[in-house]
Structure formats: structure tokens, C-alpha cells
């Protein structure tokens, strides 16, 4: 017992006290309310929520710890199927858990012979074979059927959930992963991620919706989506043509404005980060998925890293050093002088230490993971993303433009997130139209994270712009997900109001006019109506309209109301073509329009308002 402490103590004793801390929260917030009172009689599943490298892992290593101090003895702790991710994971946690047996995906034997003397963490890719070979292997024990299962999916959005749900089937992954819960008779389930949109938008009949989410916040010196993607542009931002990337593998030359400034901003910030007695410095280049062009990336990195030694003495070469150290300087005040900047980058180049790594599919783990130290320059695709870690990330060249782009897997690529990175000397390189992708799934993670911290996850709401998807839609049941589009005008074909009165008192001063008036008094208003059938969704309407107000509590809206108005029950529109274009004029505005009928005409002469409402436009509005 004490597996907890013991683990808080070592974070200590490495010196990271505001860890020790953050880690704790975490175990107080969740251990009480739902791991010391789980039941030992069902399958829970849970959401653990955390910036992108914020910290997840000693998360989720606290919350074993704390779960093992509770009595549970078998851990599962799985990452995407990635070997070098698998084996990154499975060092540090032999490293940080070594109160426990550490298994790996081959370590059968060392499991069956520890027999429940320490706490077992068992470290899988999530990979069909691996799994089902683990389900067997515990289905064949004899402590496994009567304890329960502590499972942590790391990245738990990645491949977990169900890709075939909307053709009434199960995906292998999915299916293995709840072959291997139902090993024993009762588990807690923790989907741990960075990018929570799929999980989220899940439906109770999957069986992967959580029971429960908790997001922490990260710690002192990291640096996010709010350091790199606030409203003002960050000087840490570069701006690159949105064709640099294509134009690089057919020119021979290298953009001056583009990659060829952030190899000597890589360079310019290894010689200080070095000559400050640091060990360590990356640069990451993301051309695109296809592996071919990251060998054609290293190949132009490799020769311009030669004709800059070979001219290291023409005054060319020193001028364009010196301009992007001046750059540097700007956020670095404190940046070495150039005068020992330049020589040691031109030793380092001498010494052929500066080390080009390509790392993809075709990467086997030790080949091209030795990113932990040196000088390195870092060319792949889909393998720099999802949890695998770069130290010391200091510059980063993303070029990549999805033709469909999927806000969880954009997100997830976006490696310059941290705590070792040297705030002045950061600096990503990025095309204009990413960036704004870039800039609105942060404004949605924003508002994500609020209403996390508000309700507990429950019944959250997601907005993108059209052009982005909050992910893969294969994941998402089509017959529970809604989905509204801003700009489009909504209204139910059988309203019903739960006090005319009520409504008619609300609205008294209101003239036929359009009026500026608070979200939040909107929501009252639409708390006052429903529909007889499942034709409008107002619960949805306000809980989009809440994520408004989450970023900005005083926003408002466009009121119009329409009295005395003479309308058909059931007719296929609402608004007269005069107010559809007065609600047009406000695209950027959520628009309730009130029309209050006669009754006359198939409403049993009753009197009701009926609320037409549009959303603002160009965003696609998504609830689970």
C-alpha cells in the first residue's frame, strides 16, 4: 500500500513539486467519488482529459497508483499501435512505477508468475493480435475472472472506438477491447486524450460514452494553444507560402522566407541552448503523409547543411544568419552573441553532428528515434503525432494542408505543445489558412474544456467552421449525433409553450423591431418552449448557444418578434420572406425570431408563440 505517496515522492524528489501537486488534485477529485466507491459488479467507463503534452502520462501513473491503493491489482495500460510509442511508454513506466510489475506485450510468463504479489501493469499497443493474444491470457488465469480490470487507453480516440457504427457492425479493435473488460467481472474503463471529440460525441447505446470526464489543467511553464493561437497573431508564428511545400520538391532552391529560415532558426537556437550547457534541440518538419517526400525533404535539408559550409566564409551566408538571429533576438534578449553563435554552428557542421532523421512507417523503433539527444532535424508523417514526445522541440516546419481536415487529428500533430520548450527561441512555421484552422480549434477547445469544468462533461456541445470536421465520421452513430448548420433557420413543426403568459410578459417590451439583447435571456426565452415531437431540439440550441457564452459571458444575440401573425399549422416555412432576409443581415449572430399565431388556422384557436432560430453562420454545430 502507499503506491500513491511513493509515486508523489519521486516526482518530488526529481524537483517537480507543481507536478507532485497537479497529480494529486487529480487522484482527490476522482479517487473518492468514483474510484473508492466503485461497486465491483459492472464496467464503468470514464474520460480523463488533458492538453495536448500536458502531462497526461504522470495523470494517468497518479491515478494507478491511487486505483492500486483501492485494491485493484490488474492494469492495462494501452497506446496507439505505434512500437516506438508502445516502448516509450513502457520505459518510463518501469521507470515511474517501480512498485509494480511491469509487463510487456511478450511478458506472459513474468505476469502469471507475479500472481498478484505486486500490482501488475500490463503495457499493449492497441493492435488485434496483441489484444486478442491478452484476452486469452487472462481469460486463462486463475485471478483474473474475480478482480476487477483497471484499463487505461491512452489516446483513447485514436482506434478504440467503433469504425463500422453505422453499418451495424464492430470493428476488431473495438471488439477486442471489450472482449478483454469482459474477462472479468467488472472494470473501470479511463479513455485518456488530448482531443476528446469523439468520445464526446458518442451515444450511451455504443457503450463508450463516459460515465464520468475531468480535465486538469496544465502546469507552470507550459506552452499551448493559448501561447501559440490567442487572437493576436504570436511572434512565434511564421508565415509560409501555402504552396512552400510543393514548390519544394520541384525547385532547387530553397524559399527564403520559409524552410530555409527555420533550419538556421534551428540552428541559431542549438548553439545557444548548447552553449548555455543544455544537451538537447529538435526541429520538426511535417511535410505530408506520404513517405516518399520525407526522404526528398532530408535530401534538400542534407544539401543545403553542405553549401552553407562550404560557403561559410562568403558574406551571403553570414548575412542570412545574422538576419534571423536578429529575429531571434526580438523574443530571445538574452540570446549568446552572434559572433559565437555563427562559430559554433559552423563546427557543428564541420563535425557532421547535426543529425537528419526520418522518421514514418518505414521507421523501426531504434533506427530513427535518437531525437533524446543532440542536434536533430525530425522529417515524417502521422508517426510525430499521437503521443510520441520530442524533447527540447524548439522549431517547427508544418506544411501539411488536409484536403478534409479533422480537428482531432490536426490538433494531435501538434508537437510544439510542452513544458522543455525555451519560450523565446520558439518558432513554428505555418501557412495562413492552417493557421486559422489552427486558431479555430483552439477557440473550440476553449469552449470544451468550460463546459467540462462546468458539468462534468455531460451534455457537451461542439462547433467547428464547414470546412472542419471535429473528426473521422466513421466513429459517430449518424442516428444519434446531431448535427445544425449556422446560417440555416430552425423551427418546430408542433411548438408548444409551457405558459403563453409567461412568454407574453417576457416579451411585452419588445416592438416589432430587431433588438440586441443577452444570449442568456434568449435561453430563457427558448426554456419556455418545446415540441410535441422530436422535430426541434431544444435542449441542443441552448447548450451551442451556452458554448457562446462560455468564452464570453456577455455576448449577444438579435431578437425579432412578430405579433397577430396568421400561419398554417404544419406549413413546410415559418418566417416571411421580408424577416428571413432581416435574420440574414446578422450572419454573425445567433437570430431568435418570435412569431406569436392567432390559432386560427389548424392550432384549435389557440395562441402560442413559435420560435424560429439561426444559428451563426458558416459553423457546423454538433451534439452528442
Not at 93 to 114: G, R, T, Y
Request: with cysteine; net charge neutral; proline share 4%.
Amino acid at each position: 500500500m502507499g503506491y500513491f505517496l511513493n509515486y508523489t515522492d519521486r516526482i518530488r524528489t526529481k524537483g517537480n513539486e507543481n507536478l507532485a501537486k497537479s497529480v494529486t488534485k487529480t487522484a482527490e477529485d476522482i479517487v473518492p467519488q468514483y474510484i473508492s466507491k466503485f461497486s465491483f459488479k459492472e464496467h464503468v467507463v470514464s474520460l480523463l482529459v488533458g492538453d495536448v503534452q500536458s502531462g497526461k502520462t504522470s495523470h494517468m501513473f497518479g491515478l494507478i497508483c491511487a486505483a492500486a491503493d483501492e485494491g485493484f491489482n490488474i492494469f492495462v495500460l494501452l497506446t496507439t499501435d505505434n512500437i516506438i510509442l508502445q516502448q516509450q511508454t513502457l520505459t518510463r513506466a518501469k521507470q515511474d512505477l517501480c512498485d509494480f510489475c511491469i509487463c510487456d506485450e511478450n511478458d506472459f510468463l513474468p505476469f502469471l508468475s507475479n500472481n498478484m504479489r505486486k500490482p501488475v501493469v500490463v503495457v499493449l499497443k492497441k493492435n488485434s493480435r496483441i489484444l486478442k493474444q491478452w484476452k486469452n491470457n487472462f481469460s486463462s488465469t486463475h485471478f483474473c475472472a474475480g478482480n476487477p480490470l483497471f484499463i487505461v487507453d491512452d489516446e483513447a480516440d485514436a482506434a478504440s472506438l467503433n469504425t463500422l457504427v453505422n453499418k451495424n457492425k464492430q470493428s476488431t479493435i473495438n471488439k477486442a477491447l471489450e472482449e478483454i473488460k469482459n474477462t472479468t467481472s467488472s472494470s473501470i474503463y479511463m479513455q485518456v486524450t488530448g482531443t476528446p471529440q469523439a468520445i464526446l460525441l458518442q451515444s450511451v447505446q455504443s457503450g463508450w460514452k463516459p460515465y464520468f470526464v475531468y480535465y486538469f489543467d496544465p502546469g507552470n511553464g507550459y506552452l499551448g494553444g493559448k501561447f501559440f493561437f490567442s487572437d493576436d497573431i504570436s511572434p512565434y508564428i511564421i508565415f509560409t507560402d501555402n504552396d512552400e511545400a510543393d514548390g519544394l520538391l520541384v525547385d532547387d532552391e530553397f524559399p527564403e522566407n520559409g524552410l530555409k529560415t527555420a533550419l538556421i532558426m534551428h540552428l541559431i537556437s542549438a548553439a545557444h541552448i548548447f552553449l548555455s550547457g543544455g544537451t538537447i534541440c529538435n526541429f520538426l518538419i511535417h511535410p505530408s503523409m506520404e513517405t516518399k517526400q520525407h526522404s526528398k525533404f532530408a535530401e534538400k535539408i542534407g544539401d543545403y547543411l553542405n553549401e552553407m559550409l562550404i560557403a561559410a566564409d562568403e558574406p551571403d551566408t553570414l548575412d542570412a544568419i545574422y538576419n534571423v538571429y536578429l529575429s531571434l533576438k526580438e523574443t530571445k534578449a538574452d540570446i549568446y552573441e552572434f559572433d559565437k553563435i555563427a562559430d559554433f554552428i559552423f563546427e557543428k557542421l564541420r563535425n557532421d553532428e547535426i543529425n537528419i532523421l526520418v522518421l514514418n512507417s518505414k521507421s523501426s523503433f531504434g533506427e530513427n528515434n535518437r531525437y533524446e539527444s543532440g542536434i536533430n532535424i525530425i522529417v515524417g508523417g502521422n508517426s510525430l503525432g499521437r503521443g510520441v514526445t520530442f524533447p527540447q522541440l524548439q522549431t517547427i516546419y508544418y506544411c501539411r494542408l488536409a484536403k478534409n481536415p479533422q480537428a482531432d487529428t490536426m490538433w494531435q500533430h501538434a508537437r510544439m505543445f510542452g513544458y522543455d520548450r525555451d519560450a523565446g527561441l520558439m518558432r513554428v512555421f505555418m501557412p495562413p489558412l492552417l493557421y486559422k484552422l489552427f486558431l479555430d480549434i483552439n477557440t473550440t477547445n476553449n469552449s470544451i474544456i468550460a463546459q467540462i469544468k462546468k458539468n462534468s462533461g455531460n451534455d457537451i456541445k461542439i462547433c467547428y467552421p464547414n470546412r472542419l470536421k471535429p473528426t473521422r465520421k466513421n466513429v459517430l452513430d449518424s442516428k444519434t449525433v446531431g448535427v445544425f448548420s449556422g446560417g440555416v433557420n430552425y423551427f418546430p413543426f408542433y411548438p408548444t409553450n409551457n405558459d403563453v403568459s409567461i412568454i407574453d410578459n417576457m416579451l411585452r417590451t419588445f416592438s416589432e423591431d430587431v433588438h440586441s439583447v443577452s444570449l442568456k435571456f434568449i435561453i430563457t426565452i427558448l426554456a419556455e418552449i418545446s415540441s410535441e415531437k422530436d422535430d426541434w431540439n431544444k435542449e441542443a440550441f441552448i447548450g451551442f448557444i451556452k458554448t457562446i457564452l462560455a468564452s464570453n459571458p456577455s455576448a449577444q444575440g438579435k431578437l425579432i418578434v412578430r405579433r397577430e401573425r396568421d400561419i398554417s399549422r404544419g406549413t413546410g416555412t415559418l418566417l416571411s420572406p421580408n424577416d428571413r432576409q432581416l435574420g440574414d443581415k446578422y450572419p454573425s449572430d445567433v437570430v431568435l425570431t418570435l412569431y406569436k399565431v392567432t390559432g386560427t388556422k389548424g392550432w384549435n384557436g389557440e395562441k402560442l408563440w413559435i420560435p424560429n432560430i439561426k444559428l451563426p453562420s458558416d459553423v457546423v454545430y454538433y451534439s452528442g
